[in-house]
């Protein structure tokens, strides 16, 4: 019943929940308090309201945060505490005194500094916000960007300003029991003097040395680091906080490139969401900025995904755009129409080329360039199960989906069949159930499958009555301790002052740390190996959460079950046994028709009674019948092991850039023949008046 509550009233715990009940409580029992008159009454509701209000704005509960929606914000529930706190002293026949008309002034003079108070927050936050934010690049010997205001200044400042009440309030009460109006006036007086040096505070931070640059400064900068730096390649990426991951994936293919890599983003909060990279980053949220920012360095622009803000940067002519993706699959996002607005689409392997073919959407075959997977290099392959531990299969089911598709998640109909038959496997198995981050956002059937599932694993977690099963508590014990000593360094190296830096602030200072960068990269490898250490071999366990990622999740398995996604397409490089839930029900020999990526897989229905087969390629590989198939499906999917994916790639950059250099200089060449027509569409194009240096050219003529 009380997960049920927390659930209808999206609060995050049952600790929340208690505190919302009070708060919506406590204000009855003020008003009643008020009328009776009991000042005791009232200053104990009033305490309550004030610490479960706070309780709820600490831990950002949705509920108190959607409360303004129905006219009950927070500066209401301080107005109508406020305003009962009168009342109280009405019904104390106190309204002929001077502390009644005073606490009536006070109240008004207060609500008076707030608009003063908010309008330099906003102002403040407003001139802070740079027409571009950044990362890895050099404003700081540019331009002079000042220091923010100290963090309790701006962070929840309006309901710090509202607290300032608080000191009346109690002064109002003491009043009211002494029956003396020296406290109330007290009181008054701290909360006025208080509310006016808040605002008295702010104010030089509007003005003069203490603000940023205006947005031409800014962005006049950041075109003299561009031209400084001339970026050959760029890595553009537009769409939501949970989108992140996708432009993510590729930050270490950008490392590796050979020309120089500048990310493109068009959110701030895919910027807050990034993770670490060398490779410099510029945020630009708004399209007119971008569109007359001097990219006329880049040959090669890289697109994860297919959105409508890819617009702004594919409307620039001397630049070839290039879908890469973020994943490779056989759902429908892989062969999306919109693919053949761009110059050429690059896939991992045959498979990618076959399936445009196949769908027919317009993407030319001569625009298709195979390029492999260089996010897979970590993906160990298989050697068999090792001698005295018993196998591991993955669980890891894609998200429901935006469609409704039962086909979309294994999940809702199998989810728990596959999981039952797994923990109850003789000779025993132990199951990593690893979910999609987007599980349960869009269906709660799904999000209720999940934590059926999950429960299930986690009381199959720990085996302990099972003689079978023997834990190196020495070796935990140790691992652990390791663990701990990692995350007490990488919280170190990651610094305490990050967080209270604004944007202006972090595009200032954050230019990487190269030695730190390699400190933290190797820092995480070794807490893979040690969280896996620390945790028994044999217990079945639940991964949510960035780490450990799913590539590592790959490499200590030793066979998976999915569904139709990039997922099971990744997990063809490692070799392992593999299986994929038929959940929509259209039959073995239709499923692998449609799906290229299961060709090679163990195929479920919901109930999975298809699983002892799974299990039987992991203990006997040489009994496997599907081995072959999947090591031929390997090379369709994700292309030839040599060269390397990472020199492929390189390779495909280097070729189109050569090609975009190529056009950009026979339009040179025709405006500098006097085609008046080339020179009219030069001049009105983007970039249409490409900027290359003398070698520039003598390279791209000599190729």
Known sequence: MISTAIRVARVGSAAELAAAALMMLGFPVLMVAALVPSVYAFAAAAAVTYLADH????????????????????????????LLLILLLARMDLSNGLIFYGAIACFIAFYGLQAPHGALVTLIRNRRRMPVATRNVDLKSRI?????????????????????????????????ITNSA????????????????????????VRGRKTPPDADTVLAAVDDWLAEYQPGTVLYFSGSKDSAYQVNMWLETMEQLESRPLILLRERVILQSLAPTTVPVICVP????????????????LYAANVGKNIHLLRVPTMKHVFIGHGDSDKLASVNPFSKVYDEVWTAGR????????????????????????QLAPIQRWQGVPDGRIPTVLYA???????GDPGNTSLVLAGENIVKKLVKADPPVRVLYKPH?????????????????????????????????????????????????????????????????????????DVVDLKKHEEIARLRADWNDFYWQALPSYQHAVITGAEPRLYDCFNVSDAMVSDIS????????????????????????????????????????NSAKELGGLLDAVRDPSADPLAADREELKHYLLGPDEPTSIDQFNGAVAALARKSEARNLGQEARIAAGDPEAAELAEALPGGKPRTTAGEAEGAAAG
């Open 144 to 176: 002079r960007i000042p220091d923010a205001p100290p963090l309790g200044l701006l962070d929840r400042s309006a309901e710090k300003m509202l607290h300032l009440d608080l000191a009346a309030v109690v002064g109002l009460l003491v009043s009211a």
């Open 437 to 509: 981050p987007f599980t349960g956002t869009v269906s709660p059937e799904a999000g209720a499958a999940h934590r059926r599932v999950t429960a299930l694993v986690q009381k199959a977690a720990a085996r302990a009555a099972d003689a079978r099963f023997t834990a190196d508590t020495a070796a935990q014990t140790a691992a652990k301790d390791e663990l701990a000593r990692i995350e007490a360094r990488l919280t170190e190296l990651a610094g305490t002052g990050d967080d209270k830096r604004d944007e202006a602030e972090a595009s200032r200072d």
């Open 55 to 82: 309780y709820l704005h600490r831990k950002g509960s949705y509920l108190v945060n959607r409360l303004s929606k129905v006219r009950a914000g927070l500066s209401i529930r301080f107005l109508i505490r406020q």
């Open 397 to 403: 089911p894609t998200w429901e989906g935006w469609d």
């Open 182 to 205: 020296v406290a109330g006036f007290v009181g008054v007086g701290i909360t006025l003097a208080l509310g006016s040096l808040y605002v008295l505070v702010l104010m030089p931070y």
């Open 351 to 374: 498979a990618g080329r076959d399936r445009y073919a196949i769908a027919d959407v317009g993407v030319r075959d001569d625009d298709i360039v195979e390029v492999g997977r260089p």
């Open 566 to 605: 990039s997922v099971v397409s990744d997990f063809i490089a490692s070799g392992k046994p593999y299986a994929v839930t038929d959940s929509a029900g259209v039959g073995v020999e239709e499923f692998k028709r449609a799906n290229t990526a299961v060709r090679a897989a163990v195929i479920l229905s």
């Open 286 to 301: 708004g399209g007119v900025h971008l569109m007359n920012m001097d990219l006329s360095t880049v040959r090669v622009a």
